[in-house]
């Protein structure tokens, strides 16, 4: 497949002109015309990118990739190195953000969504969800069952009630929609990092919230989207999952 085309089909497919993002989405680093292999991953770091070249890919594609608006624009030290490493091997790297925490099928948000068996009960469009249980569960059942589907301990605010009903959750670094999920008196709200004022918030706003990583809430959609390529164009995909647990 060539890389214009699979630029185009990306772009398209996770609709990229209807954000307003940190960094730019789509291509990044230009590498060989010809695509047939292609690495996925979270974040393009130095790990990622010995894998995908130990593994002759043609492509890397990445939920964080580079030149976010608040980091230094100098090539300097691990950037220079990682952007060496890429351009020595004719590689390319392909990063979608927003774009991909929110594409209604493969966006991480829709399949955690599918991850926790929550019936998507979102009132307007947005990165932030609002979930239904199919029948209510205890606060600690349903613990067990968001570190068991991502395998790892979650850290728990405790301030909603005993029985939960209704789940808001947005992937990432996005504690600060706390408010959104206030807003929709969800019993719960799950999101990948914390904050020192997200345990004031839980407490006085009745509502419970899961810390559940920034990583792990957002392996799912860059490993949904690489296999969707694959089917679609027949091309080789392998998703690297380089440990994290932030």
Request: glycine content about 8%; charged content about 25%.
């Amino acid at each position: 497949m060539l890389r214009e085309e699979l630029t185009s089909y990306l772009n398209d497919y996770l609709k990229v002109s209807e954000f307003k993002d940190y960094a730019p989405n789509g291509l990044q680093v230009e590498g060989k015309s010809e695509i047939r292999t292609i690495v996925t991953g979270v974040t393009a770091c130095q790990a990622l990118i010995d894998e995908a070249v130990r593994l002759k890919a043609d492509a890397i594609l990445v939920h964080h990739g580079y030149f976010w608006k608040s980091e230094p624009v100098e090539i300097v030290g691990f950037k220079q190195k990682r952007i060496k490493s890429l351009l020595v091997n004719d590689v390319n790297l392909f990063g979608y953000h927003l774009p991909l925490d929110a594409h209604p099928e493969l966006g991480n948000n829709a399949m955690l969504g599918k991850l926790w068996r929550l019936q998507d009960i979102t009132p307007v469009p947005g990165l932030v969800r609002l979930g239904r249980l199919d029948a209510p569960l205890s606060i600690d059942d349903f613990k067990q069952r968001i570190s068991e589907s991502l395998n790892r301990d979650v850290l728990h605010l405790s301030g909603g009630p005993q029985e939960i009903n209704t789940v808001a959750w947005c992937s990432g670094g996005a504690q600060n929609y706390i408010d959104q999920a206030l807003a929709w008196e969800a019993d719960v709200y799950i999101s990948g990092e914390v904050s020192e004022q997200t345990t004031h918030l839980a407490r006085e706003g009745g509502i419970h919230y899961f810390s559940a990583g920034h990583h792990a809430t957002e392996r799912l959609g860059v490993e949904a989207l690489g296999k969707h390529l694959a089917e679609k164009f027949d091309l080789e995909c392998h998703f690297v999952d380089i440990a994290n647990p932030v």
